[in-house]
């Protein structure tokens, strides 16, 4: 497998490899650990090409951060480092915290565990509606003063919050789900991006593993988040599927699995797109990858999004509670 090639995330200078890698079912969210797994997957992911590692302080209660430090931690200058906070652990869930002394509370704590004196990106998981968006960038960017940070991020905020965060500190790249299944951000955020420069970082690109083809039935409960979200439920999975297998009809066609297309299908929607496929797996990270060298031509984009079209996906992408923390 050739090296990726690389995309520019807003318009200071920070490049990454075409695709990344969301980390945070190496911890928790889909299952068990495969700690030894994941470790040859995080190296074989250097040897292929991806520099772009995606984190948060908040996955696996701090191990994810931890477990990168640990393994990729000789490789850092090779590497592009993003994490997050404000999503702070709760017994039941987690509250989002945007108060300017977290900020630079929560970065010291991430910098300890990555092993590191630099962030590369540095994102908020979720806008805290407590605290005004200008405070917590307003802290963000002295972080980048003080050489603690490289650039700086947002995740699932509305394209108004975007643009008071962008007026403080130019926010390099803003991170929301974005999929075949998931095509929101067309509506506002990616308009918004593209006008102000911010890149775009797509996470579940491949609808937590729906679009994979690999799941037919019911997601078990047992340490598995998908079991909680509408889509993998009843006859809303039952529709969704039906999608699905119209997918992957296409990817067979051009001799691709279907998470490969999805992919490609991403990837053609801009080059200021950079999906993060997460995986915990050698064979499914050289799957993804993969996907890099598969061209599409503007039709086959086209066909794509009308052979799926928004409305037939059954379902919203998370349940009541955690859709009011996103969009803010």
Request: hydrophobic share 40%; aromatic share 6%; proline share 4%.
């Amino acid at each position: 497998m050739t090296a990726l090639d690389t995309r520019v995330l807003g318009t200071h200078g920070l490049r990454v490899s075409l695709l990344g890698l969301g980390c945070a079912g190496i911890s928790e969210l889909y299952g068990p650990r495969e700690l030894d797994e994941s470790r040859m997957m995080l190296r074989r992911a250097l040897e292929i090409g991806v520099d772009f590692f995606d984190t948060s302080d908040v996955y696996g209660a701090g191990h994810n951060e931890q477990f990168l430090g640990e393994v990729l931690g000789a490789q850092r200058r090779r590497l592009v480092l993003a994490t997050k906070f404000g999503a702070v652990r709760e017994q039941f869930g987690y509250r989002v915290n945007g108060r300017p002394e977290y900020v630079r509370a929560a970065c010291d704590a991430s910098l300890r565990r990555l092993g590191t004196d630099v962030i590369d990106l540095y994102y908020q998981h979720r806008v805290d509606p407590q605290t005004p968006i200008e405070d917590t960038v307003g802290e963000m960017s002295r972080l980048v003063e003080a050489g603690k940070v490289r650039f700086l991020g947002l995740s699932e905020c509305s394209a108004a919050t975007l643009r008071r965060a962008h007026a403080v500190h130019p926010i390099s790249a803003l991170q929301s789900e974005y999929s075949i299944f998931t095509r929101d951000v067309e509506d506002e955020i990616l308009p918004t991006c593209r006008a102000l420069g911010v890149g775009f970082v797509a996470y579940s690109p491949l609808g937590r593993g729906l679009l994979t083809g690999g799941i037919d039935a019911p997601v078990a409960a047992a340490r598995d988040v998908r079991a909680f979200h509408p889509r993998f439920s009843g006859r809303n999975l039952e529709r969704n599927l039906l999608l699905v297998r119209a997918l992957a009809e296409r990817a067979a066609a051009r001799g691709l699995s279907p998470a490969q297309l999805a992919l490609a299908w991403l990837l053609a929607t801009g080059s200021d797109v950079v999906p993060i496929p997460g995986t915990k797996r050698r064979r499914y990270l050289e799957e993804n990858c993969a996907a890099a060298a598969v061209q599409l031509e503007a039709g086959e984009v086209d066909a794509i999004r009308a052979a799926i079209p928004r409305d037939a996906v059954a379902g919203p992408r998370y349940d009541s509670y955690e859709l009011t923390r996103v969009g803010l």
